[in-house]
């Protein structure tokens, strides 16, 4: 039987890596997940951030209403060069969300002396690089057993929530 959200290609396809899949995952700045998604290997990373982004942003505003705090985006967005191109640039400043990802070599904005580049606030991307490495430390996300997109989209989801568990005891 035929999952309604499985994808045709099982969200499997060749990458530099070989063949198998990516997970975008969107972190807070302690490294707690907000939200992820599963693509194929060969599909760009760029293409799948608004998507999973805006999946966070859904999941912080239902937290900040408990708490009811105002503010509901994020201030800053740190990626690495893979999400570095001008649409999801012009998306996130439309959002009133300042991206902080490094230009590639080959943009003119990289050589660019008025585009300034926030160091610091990059240094905070490493806390995604952790929560991805824990996530990968449970051998069913890091050698992928599943077949079916689905299920593994659901693996990575116990993951997040035994970390969840772990931050809150």
């Known amino acids: 039987m ?5 994808p045709a290609d099982h969200a499997l396809g060749r990458s530099r890596g070989g063949f198998g899949s990516k997970f975008h995952l969107v972190t807070d700045g302690e490294g707690t997940p907000l939200a992820i998604q599963i693509s194929a290997g060969e599909v760009h990373e760029s293409t799948q951030a608004q998507s999973v982004i805006e999946q966070a942003v859904a999941t912080l505003i239902g937290q900040r209403r408990k708490k009811r705090q105002r503010r509901h985006k994020p201030e800053k967005l ?3 060069k893979g999400y ?3 649409s999801l640039r012009d998306w996130l400043k439309d959002q009133k969300i300042e991206p902080v990802i490094p230009h590639k070599e080959n943009e003119k ?3 660019d002396p008025l585009v300034c580049f926030d160091k610091l606030a990059y240094r905070g ?3 995604v ?3 991805v490495g824990w996530l990968k430390e449970f051998r069913r996300i890091g050698t992928r057993f599943e077949k079916l997109a689905v299920n593994f989209h659901g693996m990575l989801q116990l993951a997040m929530i035994q970390r969840y568990f772990r931050l809150l005891f």
């Open 125 to 127: 991307r490493c806390v």
């Open 78 to 80: 740190a990626g690495d």
């Open 2 to 6: 035929h999952h309604p959200d499985e």
């Open 84 to 86: 570095s191109v001008k």
């Open 109 to 111: 904005a990289r050589h």
């Open 129 to 131: 690089e952790h929560c």
